[in-house]
Every structure is written in C-alpha cells, then in structure tokens.
C-alpha cells in the first residue's frame, strides 16, 4: 500500500460539484496502419487489459483512513473492470471539429467514479467531417484523477498504451514492463501504517523549517532588486470568478519548425516561452474584443516537474508551480516574447532560490484536509472568486515523443491535453509536442468563455502574428481583431 501525499490529498479533498480535479489526454488516431485498415472497439479493450500491468494508475484504489485523521492510501489488489472503465461513443453526423469539442467538454465536465480506480477511457467515432482528418479516424479520451498523475507521470501512462511500430514483433512492444502485483492491504496495516506516518509529521515539520529559513534569506539576496511583476497583486478578468459546472474545449495546432523559427528570433529564447507569448496574444485579443483588457499584464501559473530521479515512474504529484507575467500590456508581438522571455528567466531565478522541490515539500506537510475545507469555504461564500486571483490563467507544457506512436495498431496524429479548472481560475491551457507538432488545447467554464471558436482564432491569429514579424512581413490586423477576420489556422 502507498499514502497519497499531500500534494495528492488537496486534488482529492478538493474536488467539489463544479471543478472535478481529473487531467487527462485526447488522442486522435488513423487506422489505416492496423492489420485491414480496421481497428475495432474489442481491440482497444485488449490493449488496455495487456497493458493495465505497466501502470498502478488503472488498478489502484482509494482506501479512506478512519475518522480522515491522515491521508488515504492507494490499494493495489484487484485487476481493472476493463468493460467499465473503457466506454463506446460516436458523434452525430456530420460529425465535425465543434461537435468534438463540444463532446471531450461534456465528458471533461463529469466526476469519476470513486468506487473504482480513478481513470476513465472513452473511443469517439464518427470524426468523418473534421478537417485534415483521414477517414474512419477516432479519438480517445484518457481522464485519470489528479491525485494520481500530474503532467509528467502522465507521459508515462500514454506511453504505456503505445507502441513505435503499428505492429510489433512479439517480446519488442514499447512502454514500462509489468510491475509486480501487491496484494491489498488490510485494516491492520491501514493503521500500522498511519501509525509510521504519523510519527514522522512532527520531525518532518521541523526538518522543513530548517530548510526554508536559509531559503528564504537567499530570496531576499538575490532577488531583492529584480522584483517579478508577476508577484504583485493580479488583474480580475472574467476567467477568475466562481465558475460553472459547465465546460468548453478548443485547441489549434502548430507545425515545431515554425516554431522554433520564432524561438531563434529572440536569443536564450525557448519553445515554452514562444507558446506562452501566443497565449498572451489571443488572451490580449480575446479580452480587447470584449473591452476587457486589463492596463497591467496578466500572469500565468506554469507547473514546473521536480521529480528526482528515484520518483520517475512513480505516479501522483511532484510539481512546483512559476508564476509569469504574460506582458499583455504589450502590443508589439515579437517585444512582447521578448519581455515574456525575461520574465520567465527571472521566475526561474526565484524558484531556484527558493527551492523548487521545497515548495512542493511543504505542500505535503500541509493538513490537506484543514486547507481543502477552507478552500471549500471560501467557494461556497464566494469569497474565492470575488478577489484577487493568484494566477489570471495556467499554461502547462507537457512534452510528447516525438516520433510517431501506434495503439492497437492505429497511429497517433494529434495530442492534446486536458487539465481541470477551479474557482478564482476558470480557463487551463495546456502545451503538448508530439512528431513535429505543438499544439495549444484549453478549458475552460462555459460562462466565462461562451465562444470557444473564437478564442481558437485568436491563438491562431496569435500565432501567426508572431510568424510574420519573425519574417518581417507586416501586421495583417490591429490588437482588437473582429471575429470576421480572423481565420482558422489549420491544424497540422
């Protein structure tokens, strides 16, 4: 048996009706690589159950601790109900993109089943009239709750499904190899173990103390005259109030060369900090057409992966999270990376001194669910939404393989991602890589974002902003945009 940590127990504490806490993949395939052009739902299920051994995620369950005196433990005893966890849909014709959309929201907006291990599978047919799609295409949908996986440990669930050839030779598939089953543990060793864990929380305390002190003086050394914008009080837009049960999903598609053309334009650079100026622009375009954009620049919070090397493959949460102004203040595109990219280096800078990794420590040493009933709280009164948003949005990076991959024979030909959203923070934006391609996929709560289309052209039309002035051709419309005009990039 293993203990969540703390960082897991607040994802699980506090899910509430409105923000289920589930992250997740969609994944959109072509058949015509598998054995007759075909691949059938009977297929999937069988990779999924030769494959359930790679991963504790879809065979673990949640053991409570009696009166929630500490946190629960993952039980790992009994093999998935793959017929459960793995459903059948298809779209309504003409089956297209916002109809897509419009389904992977509904499904992101459902809980998990907490009786069962915490994921959930859905295949979607009838993609037949989505651009740039083969015909008999389908999607999957992987949602796993976010108490265990984050980002990283995500890569290593997906990976595990596929393989590098459409079809491998016997002894030569991909992935994590088999784990060894761990029988469920008892009541008694329930209690034995909270009995250890225990015992410990005082020394940890102290040993925490310790080590944040000399932490935080050299905070104040090295940082004490290059203070971040982004750690002033933040703007209120529409995406941080209380949101909905509701969901929207959108994302676009990039090619990486074109890309990592921009990246090269502004020196020390990075991929990232190109993806988070194109969320800055459509963000800046999105809320001008409203006549909501704020005169200071908004932040984003940027999870940062601290896994060590023992913890790699191990499930649950070792994140930290920078906080970066996303300067759109600025109008000018490619000023507007460069300024982004400082901020980035400068939150870095304060994330090293601090301690990345001694962030996360303290999350765990935190009573989770004291601060999950406040968090709880503070929603139900409204106070959550009603003041000052610690981030404007997230933007996540959750790097892929980047050569192609293969399920049941089918080869992968776009990723996204799925992250959940929480009060005070209504709009996730997560960047994916995968052969050559980047996308930006986000969700957020309907009433916030009523027309998820649109803010798809503003990311394109972020994008390519950003692409012209690299070529130094010159700017085909002004900040504030109308919806008419912006075309649809097509997705790769």
């Known amino acids: 048996m293993q203990q969540l940590s703390g960082q897991d127990a607040l994802f699980l504490y506090g899910e509430m009706d409105n923000a289920p806490m589930h992250i997740g993949s969609v994944l959109i395939y072509d058949p015509a690589t598998a054995p007759g052009g075909l691949v059938r739902f009977r297929d999937i299920l069988r990779t999924f159950r030769e494959r359930s051994a ?105 990976a595990a499904l596929h393989d590098l050839e459409a079809q491998p030779e016997s002894g030569e598939r991909s992935g994590p190899q088999p784990r060894a089953r761990r029988d469920a543990g008892s009541e008694l060793d329930v209690l034995r173990l909270l009995g250890r864990s225990l015992i410990r929380q005082p020394m940890g305390v102290l040993e925490m103390l310790g080590r944040s002190v000399p932490a935080w003086l050299r905070v104040r050394e090295g940082l004490r005259e290059r203070r971040l914008r982004s750690l002033g009080p933040k703007e209120h837009t529409r995406f941080n109030g209380r949101i909905s049960p509701h969901r929207v999903f959108g994302a676009i598609g990039m090619s990486l060369r074109e890309v990592g053309e921009i990246r090269d334009s502004v020196p020390g650079a990075t991929v990232n900090d190109v993806m988070l100026a194109v969320v800055s622009g459509a963000l800046r375009r999105y809320l001008t057409d409203k006549g909501e954009l704020p005169p200071k620049s908004l932040v984003a919070g940027a999870p940062v992966n601290v896994r060590e090397d023992a913890e790699l493959g ?58 999950a009933l406040g968090f709880r709280a503070a929603s139900a009164t409204g106070l959550l939404g009603s003041g000052r948003p610690l981030f404007n949005t997230i933007v996540t990076n959750v790097p892929g393989a980047q050569v192609p991959l293969y399920m049941a024979g089918a080869r992968l030909l776009r990723a996204y991602g799925v992250g959940p959203c929480l009060d005070s923070m209504g709009l996730f934006q997560v960047v994916t890589s995968y052969a050559g391609q980047i996308a930006i996929s986000f969700q957020c709560c309907r009433d916030m974002m009523p027309d998820p289309g649109f803010y798809e052209q503003c990311l394109s039309a972020s994008f390519e902003e950003l692409l012209a002035a690299v070529r130094g051709q010159p700017r085909k419309a002004p900040a504030h945009t109308p919806r008419r005009r912006v075309a649809k990039r097509r997705l790769p």
Not at 119 to 148: M, R
Not at 318 to 345: F, G, K, N, Q, Y
Not at 355 to 370: C, F, Y
Request: net charge negative.
């Open 314 to 371: 191990a499930g649950g949460n070792r994140v930290s999270m920078m906080s970066i102004a996303l300067r759109t203040d600025v109008d000018e595109p490619l000023e507007r990376l460069r300024l982004v990219h400082e901020e980035a280096v400068a939150s870095k800078a304060y994330i090293h001194a601090v301690g990345a990794r001694l962030l996360t420590d303290w999350s765990n040493r935190m009573p989770a669910r004291i601060a």
């Open 54 to 158: 790679r991963s504790p995620v879809f065979t673990r369950r949640l053991v409570p601790v009696p009166f929630d005196i500490d946190y629960p433990f993952w039980s790992d005893a009994e093999d998935p109900d793959i017929e459960f966890h793995v459903r059948h849909i298809a779209l309504p014709r003409p089956g297209d993109w916002r109809q897509f959309c419009i389904q992977i929201a509904r499904i992101h907006a459902r809980a998990l089943d907490r009786a069962h291990p915490l994921w959930e599978a859905y295949v979607i047919e009838g993609l037949d009239n989505v651009e740039g799609l083969p015909p008999g295409s389908f999607a999957l949908f992987l949602k796993i709750h976010h108490a265990a996986i984050d980002g990283a440990s995500g890569v290593d669930i997906v």
